[in-house]
T-cell receptor, first 113, second 115 residues
C-alpha cells in the first residue's frame, strides 16, 4: 500500500473551514484516496473517497491534485463535533480481502470556540 | 446507512480466561469482515481478515491460536481472545464492506480490560 503523510495536529475555529492536507506521493494509478475520522473511543467513520476527480458530499469535500500526489479534505463549516482524528488512506478499489485499510497516525483536529 | 454492531461494548475479565466479541452487520451481508486493535493513543492496527465460510487471514505478528476468528454467517463474525492477559487489554473494532460499496463500515468497538 502507498503511504500517506499527514500533519500530527491542527486547530480550527468553529464555523471556519478546516483544510486537512495529505501527501501520497507514491500512490498507484488504481489506488483511491479515502478519508475516515475517529471520534474519541468510537469506531472510525467514513467521510469521503475519490480516485482523481474532486468529490463532495454532505460531510466534506475532497480535492485531489492533478498529479494525485496529494489531497485536501475540507470541512466547510467546522463544529465542535468535528473534533476527531482524521485518517487519509490510499488503497486499491474493490471490497475483498485485498482491499484492507492501513491506518497511519492521522491528524488530530481540534475545533475551538 | 449500513450499521455494524459489536457486543459487548465493554468487558472486564480475569487473566487466563477467554472472551468472545461479536460483530454483526445489521442491514447487509458481509462476506468479508476485518478485525482491528487499538491501544491507547495509538492508531488502529489490522489484526485479521475474516472470510465467511473459510479461515481467517491473520496479519504478521498476530497469533492465530490466541485470537480465534469465526465467520459462520454473512452477518456475524466473532473474535475470541483466548487465555487473556493484561497486555491484551485494548479497544477491538470490527468493520465490513457493504456489497460493492467502497465504504468500509466500522463497529463502535469493544473495550477489553484484563485484570
Amino acid at each position: 500500500d502507498a503511504k500517506t503523510t499527514q500533519p500530527t495536529s491542527m486547530d480550527c475555529a468553529e464555523g471556519r473551514a478546516a483544510n486537512l492536507p495529505c501527501n501520497h506521493s507514491t500512490i498507484s494509478g488504481n489506488e483511491y484516496v479515502y478519508w475516515y475520522r475517529q471520534i474519541h473511543s468510537q469506531g472510525p467513520q467514513y467521510i469521503i473517497h475519490g480516485l482523481k476527480n474532486n468529490e463532495t458530499n454532505e460531510m466534506a469535500s475532497l480535492i485531489i491534485t492533478e498529479d494525485r500526489k496529494s489531497s485536501t479534505l475540507i470541512l466547510p463549516h467546522a463544529t465542535l463535533r468535528d473534533t476527531a482524528v482524521y485518517y487519509c488512506i490510499v488503497r486499491p478499489g474493490g471490497t475483498g480481502t485485498a482491499s484492507k485499510l492501513t491506518f497511519g497516525t492521522g491528524t488530530r483536529l481540534q475545533v475551538t470556540l | 446507512g449500513a450499521v455494524v454492531s459489536q457486543h459487548p461494548s465493554r468487558v472486564i475479565c480475569k487473566s487466563g480466561t477467554s472472551v468472545k466479541i461479536e460483530c454483526r452487520s445489521l442491514d447487509f451481508q458481509a462476506t468479508t469482515m476485518f478485525w482491528y486493535r487499538q491501544f491507547p493513543k495509538q492508531s488502529l492496527m489490522l489484526m485479521a481478515t475474516s472470510n465467511e465460510g473459510s479461515k481467517a487471514t491473520y496479519e504478521q505478528g498476530v497469533e492465530k491460536d490466541k485470537f480465534l476468528i469465526n465467520h459462520a454467517s454473512l452477518t456475524l463474525s466473532t473474535l475470541t481472545v483466548t487465555s487473556a492477559h493484561p497486555e491484551d487489554s485494548s479497544f477491538y473494532i470490527c468493520s465490513a464492506y457493504r456489497g460493492s460499496s467502497y465504504e468500509q463500515y466500522f463497529g463502535p468497538g469493544t473495550r477489553l480490560t484484563v485484570t
